[in-house]
C-alpha cells in the first residue's frame, strides 16, 4: 500500500529518522568513521551515543616471556600515505635488521592484520627470493600444513601470517623465535598468545630464576610498527593512556608501574622498548 510510505521516506530523509544499533568487539576506524559529525549514515535528529570500555593497563601484561618489546612509530603525513609509509619502513629498516638477527638465531613470524599488506609484502619477499612461506584465509588446508612443516625444520626463515588466518584457525605455530607485527592486530589478544607461542633463542629454561629466564630470551625479537593512525588498537595492547602519549611521541617510562611489573624505555623519539616481568605476570 504505497499510502502507508510516509513523506519523509520519499523525500530521502529516512536517516534523519531511523535509529542505527551497532554491536563491536572494540572500536576501529570505521566505526568511528559512521559516528563522526559529517558522517550522512549516522545523522540522526535523536543524536549520537557511544559507549566502549576504558582500557587501563592493556593486554601487554599478560606476555608471559621476558622478552624485549620493540615499538616502533611510522610517521605519515594522512591516512591515504600511511599504507606507503609502512611499507617502505618495513622493507628499508626492519627487514634488513631482522635478516642479520634471523641468519644467526631462529626464525621469524611476522603477523600482519591486513590481507592487502600480507600480499604486498608477500610479492616483494617473492621479487627478493627470500626465504618464506606464508598462511593466509585463503590458504588450502595441504599448503598450511607444508609451510608449518618447513618453518618449524627451519627450511625457511620467515612465515607470514594473517590476523583472519589465526582467527578462524588458532594454529600453534611451532619453530618461532622472532616475532613482528607489521600493524597492531585489530584483536588485542592475539598480542600476547602470539608472542607466548615464541620460543627461546637461548638455553637455561630448566632454572627458573628470573635472571636465568632474561638470559634466555635476550636475543629473541618482537617489533611492532604502528602510526597515529593506530591508536585505537594501540590502546587496547598497551593502555589508553600510555597509547595516546606513544603516538604522541612523549616518555611513557613513568606510567610502567601500573602494567604488573613491565619495564619499559624510550630510545629515540617514537621508538619504545618494552620488557616483560615474567616474574609477576606468569
Not at 74 to 97: G, H
Not at 220 to 239: E, H, P, W
Amino acid at each position: 500500500d504505497f499510502s502507508r510510505i510516509r513523506e519523509w521516506n520519499l523525500n530521502d530523509q529516512a536517516r534523519f529518522f531511523r535509529q542505527t544499533i551497532i554491536f563491536s568487539r572494540h572500536m576501529n576506524l570505521d566505526l568511528s568513521a559512521l559516528f563522526a559529525s559529517r558522517s550522512k549514515l549516522c545523522n540522526t535528529r535523536g543524536g549520537r551515543i557511544k559507549i566502549r570500555p576504558k582500557r587501563t593497563a592493556g593486554t601487554i601484561s599478560r606476555v608471559v616471556h621476558p622478552m624485549r618489546q620493540i615499538y616502533q612509530q611510522v610517521a605519515c603525513a594522512s591516512l591515504a600515505k600511511s599504507f606507503d609509509a609502512r611499507f617502505e619502513y618495513f622493507v628499508d629498516n626492519i627487514l634488513p635488521k631482522v635478516d642479520s638477527v634471523v641468519g644467526e638465531s631462529g626464525r621469524c613470524l611476522v603477523f600482519i592484520p591486513s590481507y592487502l599488506d600480507f600480499v604486498r609484502v608477500r610479492n616483494y619477499m617473492k621479487r627478493n627470493h627470500m626465504s618464506f612461506a606464508n598462511c593466509c584465509e585463503y590458504t588450502q588446508d595441504r599448503e598450511i600444513s607444508r609451510a608449518r612443516q618447513l618453518f618449524f625444520q627451519g627450511d625457511v626463515q620467515y612465515l607470514l601470517m594473517t590476523e583472519r588466518f589465526y582467527f578462524f584457525k588458532r594454529y600453534r605455530i611451532r619453530g618461532a623465535h622472532h616475532c613482528i607485527f607489521y600493524a597492531p592486530p585489530e584483536h588485542c589478544d592475539f598480542y600476547y598468545e602470539v608472542l607466548n607461542l615464541l620460543q627461546p633463542t637461548g638455553g637455561g629454561l630448566l632454572d627458573s630464576s628470573f635472571s636465568a629466564l632474561s638470559a634466555a630470551w635476550s636475543d629473541n625479537m618482537c617489533a611492532i610498527l604502528y602510526t597515529k593512525y593506530d591508536v585505537l588498537s594501540l590502546a587496547r595492547i598497551v593502555g589508553e593512556q600510555r597509547a595516546q602519549r606513544m603516538v604522541a611521541g612523549i616518555n611513557v617510562s613513568e606510567e610502567i608501574a601500573d602494567a604488573r611489573g613491565d619495564d619499559a624505555e624510550m630510545c629515540d623519539r617514537g621508538t619504545y622498548v618494552f620488557v616483560s616481568n615474567s616474574s609477576t605476570t606468569a
